[in-house]
């Protein structure tokens, strides 16, 4: 510490000594949303606008310090918390909250990094806009974590990530220069468009401090259905009738397997869970899916019922209930969302967040599933995930009667080998929506082409040569 106390000083000066924090619990930011591994940080330094970002950052440049920029800290790859060195600072962005334009004939909003998603979906539908952005972690991820990561979610099908949703971010440089590109422009074919090199690379280029975001109109009405499909091929199936009875009104399809719904209904009691009457060998899946239509409350439900009756008789739904109501539709959605919060409820897990051609998932869950009982038997398998857009929570749960740290201490390499193996067969991608951080960055080594990370290491000596910003994640130098 003493070694760094002229830098720590001039932290105080520029944002305030209420926000340089070195002393007393850190452990919020420095402890991993998974709490698998707590780094410990030479300080959390809290900056409140993007003038005190940039001057921070040229002070740790300065002083040789790295930096790691943090949101939410909502992240499953331990990437935005610090190493066990006590040499890096953590740049929290949580000051830096304001919503600082709303543009509606433009449909756009532009909002600072450390704006909470939530605060950010119900500011828009105030204004009479519909902000499509919508995961489990909402209520304490930020935007900028969400822009860091290229965040999911359950609207992709119709929306895209994170990615498709921006048009326009600012930066601070690993140099402390700041970068202003909120132009919101739909068209801009002025040479590299350097948004997309700061979207989804976790922190490792610069700091994101704002952005400006799609927003849509709101949907005259939206319904949700809760369907028992009688396999994965019979989702996939559904799917397919779904677009066409829906086609853009389709904006979510979430498959949930019936082992992960049992640890919904074990750990949270109080939710009704439907179809737990129809036994799991008929219906080992069920399905979540959402139609927002921009006519009428009449238009959804008719091409509703007309996709329920086609997909009956085509036998790919068993049975299905439709939300009558907001409260309804929420209690269906709150299913999907709990089932990561009750896998955490039953201990420790070892997670994959593939992504796979749609087409090719059901034999891909029938091959690793296969694969997985004959190498590890009694292993249970939590598989739920975005089947819309093939990204698939493919997780695995020790055995009921095996110490759960001992299992993912010994099984967790072996089980994510045969996994991404798999996973490399069939052309898909170790991670969908998670990134990489520290977690995933050697198995990226392994599964990413070397023209490629060559290209990655290219981009990150280029714009981070002395390599401090949030070093040792996503990219081997």
């Known amino acids: ?65 790295s930096m790691v920029p943090q949101g939410g800290n909502t992240g499953m790859v331990v990437g935005s918390t610090p190493d066990a060195s006590g040499t890096q600072v953590v740049l929290s962005l949580t000051r830096m909250n304001q919503i600082r334009k709303m543009d509606a004939a433009n449909l756009t909003v ?16 105030k204004a009479g806009f519909l902000f499509p952005l919508s995961l489990a972690a909402e209520g304490s991820c930020t935007i900028g974590g969400n822009l860091g990561t290229n965040a999911g979610g359950t609207q992709v099908v ?109 750990h949270f009691p109080q939710q009704r869970v439907p179809f737990q009457e129809i036994r799991e060998s008929d219906a080992p899946y069920c399905v979540v899916l959402e139609n927002s239509d921009h006519d009428s409350e009449a238009h959804a439900r008719a091409q509703f019922e007309k996709l329920l009756e086609s997909a009956i008789e085509a036998g790919c739904v068993l049975d299905a209930v439709v939300a009558e109501n907001i409260a309804q539709a929420r209690q269906l959605w709150h299913i999907r969302e709990s089932i990561p919060l009750a896998q955490a409820q039953e201990g420790l897990n070892i997670k994959h967040d593939i992504s796979i051609a749609v087409s090719r998932i059901p034999q891909f869950v029938a091959d690793m599933d296969a694969a997985l009982e004959a190498a590890f038997p009694g292993v249970r398998l939590v598989n739920y995930g975005h089947l819309g857009d093939g990204n698939l929570h493919y997780n695995v749960q020790a055995p009921s009667n095996a110490d759960a740290e001992e299992f993912l201490k010994t099984k967790e390499k072996p089980i994510n080998a045969l996994v991404y193996a798999s996973v490399d067969q069939y052309n898909g991608s170790i991670s969908a929506e998670h990134g990489i951080g520290s977690l995933k960055r050697e198995k990226l080594q392994e599964h990413k082409s070397p ?3 060559g290209l990655m290491r290219s981009i990150k000596l280029a714009l981070d040569p002395q390599n401090l910003m949030n070093p040792g994640r996503v990219i081997r130098l």
């Open 158 to 266: 119709r929306y895209g990530n994170t990615r498709e949703l921006c048009l326009g971010l600012e930066v601070v440089t690993a140099q402390g220069e700041i970068w202003s590109g909120l132009t919101g422009l739909r068209k801009d074919n002025t040479g590299y468009d350097l948004r997309h090199l700061f979207i989804g690379s976790e922190g490792t280029l610069g700091v994101i401090t704002a952005a400006t975001m799609k927003l849509y109109p709101l949907p005259a009405s939206t319904l949700t259905t809760f369907a028992a499909v009688p396999s994965l091929d019979a989702a996939v199936q559904l799917l397919g009738l779904a677009h066409q009875h829906l086609s853009s009104g389709l904006t979510g399809f979430e498959v949930m397997g019936r082992f992960a719904l049992s640890l919904v209904v074990k």
């Open 1 to 65: 510490m003493t070694e760094h106390t002229e830098l720590l000083n001039q932290l105080r000066t520029v944002v305030g000594e209420a926000n340089v924090l070195t002393e007393g619990d850190l452990g919020a930011w420095e402890w991993d949303w998974r709490k698998r591994e707590r780094g410990h940080a030479l300080a959390v330094v809290r900056p409140a606008s993007t003038e005190q970002v940039a001057t921070v950052v040229r002070a740790c440049v300065q002083g040789g310090v």
């Open 451 to 453: 023209v490629a990370l």
């Open 110 to 125: 532009t909002v600072e990094a450390g704006c909470v998603l939530q605060n950010l979906q119900e500011a828009c539908e």
